[in-house]
Protein backbone atom coordinates (compact mmCIF):
# COMPACT_ATOMS: atom_id res chain seq x y z
CA UNK A 1 0.00 0.00 0.00
CA UNK A 2 1.58 3.71 -0.92
CA UNK A 3 1.05 6.82 1.00
CA UNK A 4 -1.82 8.14 -1.30
CA UNK A 5 -4.13 5.00 -0.63
CA UNK A 6 -4.22 5.76 3.33
CA UNK A 7 -4.56 9.50 2.56
CA UNK A 8 -6.75 9.68 0.25
CA UNK A 9 -4.81 12.55 -0.73
CA UNK A 10 -2.61 14.17 -3.53
CA UNK A 11 -1.77 11.66 -6.35
CA UNK A 12 1.79 12.65 -6.27
CA UNK A 13 3.13 10.09 -4.22
CA UNK A 14 5.91 9.98 -2.23
CA UNK A 15 8.57 7.26 -1.51
CA UNK A 16 7.97 5.52 1.94
CA UNK A 17 10.38 7.05 5.04
CA UNK A 18 10.07 11.00 3.71
CA UNK A 19 9.67 12.95 6.37
CA UNK A 20 8.20 16.96 5.38
CA UNK A 21 9.60 18.90 7.50
CA UNK A 22 7.86 21.86 7.07
CA UNK A 23 3.91 22.98 6.58
CA UNK A 24 1.45 26.26 6.60
CA UNK A 25 0.78 27.09 9.88
CA UNK A 26 -2.20 29.06 11.32
CA UNK A 27 -1.62 32.94 12.35
CA UNK A 28 -1.84 33.31 15.90
CA UNK A 29 -5.17 35.63 15.69
CA UNK A 30 -6.75 32.89 14.27
CA UNK A 31 -5.64 30.49 17.16
CA UNK A 32 -6.54 32.76 19.77
CA UNK A 33 -10.47 32.76 18.03
CA UNK A 34 -10.06 29.20 19.17
CA UNK A 35 -9.01 29.62 22.65
CA UNK A 36 -12.76 29.54 24.12
CA UNK A 37 -14.79 27.84 21.89
CA UNK A 38 -15.99 23.62 22.21
CA UNK A 39 -15.17 20.77 19.70
CA UNK A 40 -19.17 20.40 19.98
CA UNK A 41 -19.36 24.01 18.90
CA UNK A 42 -16.85 23.94 15.74
CA UNK A 43 -18.15 20.69 14.75
CA UNK A 44 -21.51 22.03 14.57
CA UNK A 45 -20.28 25.13 12.73
CA UNK A 46 -18.66 22.86 10.20
CA UNK A 47 -21.86 21.29 9.35
CA UNK A 48 -21.12 18.73 11.84
CA UNK A 49 -18.20 17.31 9.60
CA UNK A 50 -14.45 16.55 10.64
CA UNK A 51 -14.73 14.98 13.98
CA UNK A 52 -11.80 11.77 14.89
CA UNK A 53 -14.34 9.19 15.69
CA UNK A 54 -13.43 6.79 18.86
CA UNK A 55 -10.95 8.88 20.20
CA UNK A 56 -11.40 10.14 23.74
CA UNK A 57 -9.06 11.86 26.13
CA UNK A 58 -6.23 9.90 28.15
CA UNK A 59 -5.04 13.05 30.53
CA UNK A 60 -8.42 14.35 32.59
CA UNK A 61 -9.21 17.82 32.28
CA UNK A 62 -7.24 18.88 29.21
CA UNK A 63 -8.21 20.52 26.33
CA UNK A 64 -5.80 21.80 23.26
CA UNK A 65 -5.79 23.34 19.68
CA UNK A 66 -2.73 23.49 17.67
CA UNK A 67 -1.45 23.28 14.35
CA UNK A 68 -1.51 19.96 12.23
CA UNK A 69 1.63 18.13 12.04
CA UNK A 70 0.90 14.31 10.60
CA UNK A 71 2.45 10.93 10.99
CA UNK A 72 1.63 8.01 9.01
CA UNK A 73 3.46 4.53 9.97
CA UNK A 74 3.01 1.36 8.81
CA UNK A 75 1.34 -0.98 10.68
CA UNK A 76 3.20 -2.42 14.14
CA UNK A 77 5.28 0.76 14.00
CA UNK A 78 5.61 4.06 15.29
CA UNK A 79 8.87 5.05 14.21
CA UNK A 80 7.44 8.15 12.00
CA UNK A 81 6.04 8.76 15.18
CA UNK A 82 9.06 9.29 17.29
CA UNK A 83 10.73 10.85 14.11
CA UNK A 84 7.88 13.57 13.86
CA UNK A 85 8.79 14.25 17.59
CA UNK A 86 12.17 15.57 16.07
CA UNK A 87 10.17 17.54 13.37
CA UNK A 88 7.23 19.17 16.02
CA UNK A 89 7.55 21.82 17.94
CA UNK A 90 5.69 24.23 20.15
CA UNK A 91 2.11 24.99 19.42
CA UNK A 92 1.78 21.76 16.96
CA UNK A 93 -0.39 19.40 17.19
CA UNK A 94 0.54 15.66 16.56
CA UNK A 95 -2.04 13.52 14.24
CA UNK A 96 -0.90 10.04 14.11
CA UNK A 97 -2.55 6.79 12.25
CA UNK A 98 -1.33 4.17 10.61
CA UNK A 99 -1.38 2.77 6.86
CA UNK A 100 -4.40 0.03 7.82
CA UNK A 101 -6.07 2.46 10.29
CA UNK A 102 -6.48 2.00 13.53
CA UNK A 103 -4.20 -0.21 15.82
CA UNK A 104 -4.65 -2.20 18.88
CA UNK A 105 -1.49 -2.06 20.15
CA UNK A 106 0.50 1.16 21.72
CA UNK A 107 2.08 3.39 20.22
CA UNK A 108 2.17 5.81 22.78
CA UNK A 109 3.73 6.00 26.47
CA UNK A 110 5.11 7.87 29.60
CA UNK A 111 8.36 8.87 28.11
CA UNK A 112 6.47 10.15 24.66
CA UNK A 113 4.46 11.84 26.85
CA UNK A 114 7.42 13.68 28.56
CA UNK A 115 8.79 14.19 25.43
CA UNK A 116 6.01 15.81 23.87
CA UNK A 117 5.55 18.44 26.61
CA UNK A 118 9.20 19.16 26.40
CA UNK A 119 8.84 20.69 23.22
CA UNK A 120 6.09 22.39 23.43
CA UNK A 121 3.52 20.51 21.36
CA UNK A 122 -0.21 21.61 22.18
CA UNK A 123 -1.49 17.67 21.95
CA UNK A 124 -1.56 14.78 20.22
CA UNK A 125 -4.19 12.65 18.65
CA UNK A 126 -3.43 8.85 17.90
CA UNK A 127 -5.23 6.34 15.83
CA UNK A 128 -4.07 3.61 18.17
CA UNK A 129 -3.38 2.95 21.59
CA UNK A 130 -1.11 4.68 24.62
CA UNK A 131 0.23 2.55 27.82
CA UNK A 132 1.87 3.89 31.09
CA UNK A 133 -1.85 5.63 31.72
CA UNK A 134 -1.21 6.55 35.37
CA UNK A 135 2.30 8.60 34.03
CA UNK A 136 0.40 10.05 31.08
CA UNK A 137 -2.35 11.52 33.75
CA UNK A 138 0.64 12.70 35.95
CA UNK A 139 2.91 13.72 32.95
CA UNK A 140 -0.74 15.63 31.92
CA UNK A 141 0.09 16.08 27.89
CA UNK A 142 -3.02 16.42 26.07
CA UNK A 143 -3.38 13.21 24.42
CA UNK A 144 -6.54 11.51 22.77
CA UNK A 145 -6.23 8.15 21.68
CA UNK A 146 -8.60 5.04 21.14
CA UNK A 147 -7.88 3.07 24.49
CA UNK A 148 -5.10 1.84 27.17
CA UNK A 149 -2.89 -1.10 26.26
CA UNK A 150 0.01 -2.80 27.47
CA UNK A 151 1.09 -4.23 24.30
CA UNK A 152 4.34 -2.80 22.69
CA UNK A 153 4.57 -1.23 19.15
CA UNK A 154 8.38 -1.61 16.94
CA UNK A 155 10.18 1.17 15.86
CA UNK A 156 11.65 -0.88 12.56
CA UNK A 157 9.96 0.68 9.96
CA UNK A 158 9.54 4.09 8.36
CA UNK A 159 6.33 5.74 7.03
CA UNK A 160 5.35 8.85 6.09
CA UNK A 161 5.56 12.30 8.13
CA UNK A 162 3.80 15.76 7.01
CA UNK A 163 1.50 14.09 4.22
CA UNK A 164 -2.33 13.99 4.34
CA UNK A 165 -3.65 11.22 6.32
CA UNK A 166 -7.10 10.31 7.08
CA UNK A 167 -7.72 9.44 11.01
CA UNK A 168 -10.64 8.87 12.58
CA UNK A 169 -12.42 8.85 9.93
CA UNK A 170 -11.50 12.29 8.96
CA UNK A 171 -9.18 13.99 6.64
CA UNK A 172 -5.84 15.91 8.14
CA UNK A 173 -3.58 17.92 5.99
CA UNK A 174 -0.45 19.12 7.58
CA UNK A 175 -1.04 22.97 8.70
CA UNK A 176 -5.17 22.50 9.19
CA UNK A 177 -6.36 23.46 12.74
CA UNK A 178 -6.84 20.77 15.33
CA UNK A 179 -9.49 21.62 18.34
CA UNK A 180 -9.73 18.98 21.17
CA UNK A 181 -11.54 19.06 24.65
CA UNK A 182 -13.39 16.39 26.53
CA UNK A 183 -15.62 15.28 24.27
CA UNK A 184 -13.54 15.05 21.22
CA UNK A 185 -11.89 15.95 18.36
CA UNK A 186 -12.15 18.08 15.18
CA UNK A 187 -10.16 19.18 12.72
CA UNK A 188 -10.76 22.33 11.07
CA UNK A 189 -9.35 22.95 7.30
CA UNK A 190 -7.05 25.84 7.63
CA UNK A 191 -7.97 27.82 4.55
CA UNK A 192 -11.72 27.38 6.74
CA UNK A 193 -10.33 28.22 10.24
CA UNK A 194 -11.66 32.13 10.39
CA UNK A 195 -14.69 31.72 9.25
CA UNK A 196 -15.60 28.51 11.40
CA UNK A 197 -14.14 30.30 14.62
CA UNK A 198 -16.72 33.14 13.82
CA UNK A 199 -19.84 30.84 13.26
CA UNK A 200 -18.82 29.15 16.06
CA UNK A 201 -18.20 31.94 18.15
CA UNK A 202 -22.09 33.02 16.67
CA UNK A 203 -23.82 29.76 17.73
CA UNK A 204 -22.09 29.95 21.04
CA UNK A 205 -23.33 34.17 22.06
CA UNK A 206 -26.52 33.11 20.36
CA UNK A 207 -27.61 30.04 22.63
CA UNK A 208 -26.29 31.74 25.86
CA UNK A 209 -28.59 34.74 24.80
CA UNK A 210 -31.70 33.47 23.82
CA UNK A 211 -31.56 29.61 24.45
CA UNK A 212 -30.30 29.11 27.64
CA UNK A 213 -31.91 31.93 29.79
CA UNK A 214 -35.53 29.93 28.55
CA UNK A 215 -34.35 26.98 29.78
CA UNK A 216 -33.23 28.06 32.77
CA UNK A 217 -36.89 29.63 33.01
CA UNK A 218 -38.65 26.21 32.67
CA UNK A 219 -39.05 26.15 28.50
CA UNK A 220 -38.40 22.27 27.37
CA UNK A 221 -35.78 22.74 24.42
CA UNK A 222 -38.21 20.53 22.28
CA UNK A 223 -40.43 24.07 22.15
CA UNK A 224 -37.28 26.48 22.00
CA UNK A 225 -35.74 24.86 19.21
CA UNK A 226 -39.01 24.34 17.56
CA UNK A 227 -38.86 20.56 17.09
CA UNK A 228 -42.07 20.60 18.67
CA UNK A 229 -43.21 21.27 14.59
CA UNK A 230 -40.77 18.56 13.54
CA UNK A 231 -42.63 16.02 15.67
CA UNK A 232 -46.18 16.18 14.02
CA UNK A 233 -44.36 16.70 10.55
CA UNK A 234 -43.13 12.90 10.67
CA UNK A 235 -46.13 11.32 12.26
CA UNK A 236 -45.35 11.75 15.55
CA UNK A 237 -48.19 12.38 18.30
CA UNK A 238 -49.27 12.57 21.99
CA UNK A 239 -51.46 10.06 22.95
CA UNK A 240 -53.43 10.62 26.17
CA UNK A 241 -54.08 6.97 27.48
CA UNK A 242 -51.38 4.52 29.17
CA UNK A 243 -49.77 2.57 26.32
CA UNK A 244 -52.05 -1.04 26.97
CA UNK A 245 -55.34 1.19 27.30
CA UNK A 246 -54.75 2.87 24.13
CA UNK A 247 -57.35 0.70 22.14
CA UNK A 248 -59.81 1.39 24.60
CA UNK A 249 -60.38 4.73 23.41
Known amino acids: MTSGERTGGPTRLHPRGTVFTRAPRPGEEVLRAYDDLAVASVHEAMGQRNLLRGVRPLAPGTRAVGRAVTALDLSGSNLT ?144 RDWSQNFPADGGRFVDAAWDRADER
Open 81 to 224: LHAMLEVAGPGDFLVWTSQHGPVDSAVWGANVSESAAARGLAGAVIEGHARDIADIERVGFPLWALGVTPAATGKTRTGWGNVPVVCGGAYVRPGDLVVADGDGVAVVPLEDAARVAEAAAARDLREATTLTPRVRAGASLFAV
